[in-house]
């Protein structure tokens, strides 16, 4: 499901390693510059493309982000809020939220999957980065940056390559080539600034939702 890839996707990189001079820079100037809004909403569209099945799936969603907590919609399937310490995952279909309390500081892969506190917090001890070059897409001037895993053998990733608006410094698009033949691609549309976000709009509304069944899975 797309949703497990785009939860690594939450905005705290921190990225070194690099392998040119220029890439450090963008990439700082990136997250310094997201982490700066008070709230922020990412709507974007996801394909995935299998090759060894040769099939592709698409899907559009939206997240809301503020610090480290989250809320992201995959309609219908899901959608997940994080609050910082509780992920809840709602699936409408079923009627059922999942309450789960991830370790956001554990450095494993298999936990940021599932962990959408922590895309982006890709370390130094994981990547490194290159500035490929700059061109034009989606009708912006981006940069194009190349992030290699540095400990190839233990990581889903062989290569991410982000593009970067040059003049907004806004993630524009997202390509992410996995070692089982599995492509994601996101384009996201340039981001609505809010104002700062309510925190219980990070935590699922169950009083708006009697019917559906809460499963506390933290105990």
């Known amino acids: 499901m797309i949703y497990r890839f785009f939860i690594l996707l939450i905005p705290f990189f921190s990225l070194y390693g690099q392998t040119d001079a220029r890439s450090p820079k963008i ?74 309390q991830p370790d956001i500081n554990e450095d494993d892969e298999t936990v940021r999957m599932f962990n959408p506190a922590s895309f982006f917090r890709l370390t130094s001890d994981n990547f490194k980065s290159n500035l490929v070059k700059e061109s034009r897409q989606y009708n912006r001037q981006v940069y194009e940056i190349d992030l290699y895993p540095i400990h190839l053998k233990t990581t889903g990733y062989s290569r991410i390559r982000l593009f970067i608006e040059r003049e907004s410094l806004q993630l524009v698009y997202l390509k992410a080539y996995m070692k089982n033949g599995v492509q994601y691609a996101l384009h996201f549309e340039p981001y609505r600034v809010l104002p700062n976000l309510p925190d219980t709009f990070f935590e699922f509304p169950a009083n708006l939702h009697p019917e559906v069944e809460i499963i506390d899975l933290t105990f």
Request: net charge positive.
């Open 27 to 100: 990439l700082d100037d990136m997250i310094a510059k997201l982490k700066a809004y008070p709230s922020v909403q990412l709507n974007f569209s996801a394909k995935v493309t299998r090759l060894q099945e040769q099939s592709e799936t698409t899907e559009n969603g939206k997240i809301w982000l503020k610090n480290n907590k989250y809320k992201l919609e995959l309609l219908p399937e899901n959608i997940l809020y994080f609050n910082g310490v509780k992920l809840y995952q709602y699936m409408p279909e079923v009627k059922e939220v999942n309450v789960t």
